[in-house]
């Protein structure tokens, strides 16, 4: 059946996490589909054996087509907002709608690997690659399983069978003034839910995973009371997720050169930061972790200078870049040497550096690290480029 037969959509900022998904959906229910984007992604991969065309110019909708905005390029072009189609899509299938400041995309992500591999022929639009289903977004004929995103409020617009919160955290400071205003969007979503349930309630999935870290126990704990929501026997659902490996840069393993071991993950928030050295010091105990990490977003960093560098503080050397700004313009004094400053305070004497160049700070570690050392890549922005750096010098 395609829902969406006749319909034009053209996506502004189709190369993002999710707008892509929503093409990929939206083209596999029946719409044609085109769009922009100011740069090559890796989710633009992903569209281009789809007959999907992207446009080099400049966010101009062609005439009779509904333009689909990503919030980045809201201010610059007219259109329906990525959350507004979401929510329609997530209204015509049954839908289990992962929420929360931290874990959504893994959780998310192991929902729709155990109905993909328990032949529920899921449809997911997920914030991440996942290569064990081939990508971030796929239409199936069973449950649809998607993120909603906080950052923008959209999340209120869903309206799902199935609402799960992994855990609430003031992660957007340019839209929440606290962490209770935070907190309070979240009680009013989930009470619009046909089934609600609260991941950080949950004690951590006591099952053997693929995925290291407290953080991942406790994501498939939500997806395991989600799936049992879902009608999905506990038995089936635990023996599915145990073969789950993850979401691309969620502690990717990019390569090993010269005895070290490179990794990339998404962490950009303090408790993610955390979760993630917890866990690489899970798999590789004793080992030396090394961390470049660049900053993402200017208002993030003004409220949270001090709590980011606190998580680094559990690593054994950290580099710190210039800030990844996305959507936000530059703020006067607001830089990643705000970091530096707390963390030199925090740990004095800890190896630190600073360079505003990522390719800088990249070959700064690449130089430090040493035989049986873990070097860990962590932001939201183009860190990722870093490991093939770091590598690069470590065969050198």
Request: glycine share 12%; aromatic share 6%.
């Amino acid at each position: 059946m395609l829902l969406l037969e006749g319909r034009r959509f053209w996506f502004v900022g189709i190369g993002g996490a999710g707008m892509s998904a929503l093409a990929v959906v939206t083209r596999d229910w029946g719409a044609e589909v085109a769009g922009w984007d100011r740069v090559r992604t890796p989710y633009l991969e992903s569209l281009a054996g789809l007959d999907i065309e992207v446009s080099p110019e400049p966010p101009t909708p062609p005439p009779g087509w509904e333009p689909i905005v990503s919030t980045a390029f809201s201010e610059r072009v007219d259109g329906r907002l990525r959350g507004d189609l979401l929510a329609e899509l997530v209204g015509l299938r049954r839908s289990i709608v992962v929420a929360g400041a931290h874990g959504k995309t893994t959780t998310a992500a192991m929902i729709a690997f155990c109905l993909d591999r328990l032949g529920l022929d899921p449809t997911f639009l997920i914030g991440g690659q996942v290569p064990q289903l081939g990508g971030n977004a796929r239409a199936g004929e069973g449950w649809l399983v998607a993120e909603g995103d906080e950052s923008d409020r959209s999340l209120e617009l869903l309206r799902p069978v199935i609402g799960v919160l992994t855990n609430v955290d003031l992660d957007h400071h340019s839209t929440f003034a606290s962490h209770t205003e935070v907190e309070e969007l979240f009680a009013r979503w989930l009470g619009g839910c046909e089934l609600a349930m609260r991941g950080d309630e949950l004690a951590p999935a006591n099952v053997e995973l693929a995925v290291p870290g407290e953080h991942n126990r406790r994501n498939a704990a939500a997806a395991l009371a989600a799936l049992e929501l879902a009608g999905v026997e506990r038995a089936d659902a635990e023996a599915a997720i145990s073969g789950f490996r993850g979401v691309g840069r969620r502690l990717e393993r990019r390569g090993q050169a010269g005895g070290v071991m490179v990794y990339d993950d998404y962490a950009h928030h303090p408790t993610e930061i955390s979760a993630t050295i917890a866990a690489t010091r899970e798999v590789h105990a004793g080992a030396h972790v090394l961390v470049v990490f660049q900053p993402h977003l200017y208002s993030r960093t003004r409220h949270l200078a001090a709590d980011l560098a606190e998580a680094l503080s559990e690593a054994d050397g950290a580099w710190v870049t210039g800030i990844y700004g996305a959507r936000e313009a530059p703020i006067d004094g607001v830089t990643g040497k705000l970091v530096v400053n707390a963390l030199a305070q925090r740990r004095p004497g800890m190896p630190i550096g600073w360079a505003p160049e990522l390719e800088d700070a990249a070959m700064m570690v690449a130089r430090r690290a040493r035989a049986g050392d873990v070097v860990l890549t962590i932001g939201a922005g183009d860190v990722d480029r870093a490991a093939g750096i770091i590598l690069s010098a470590l065969e050198g």
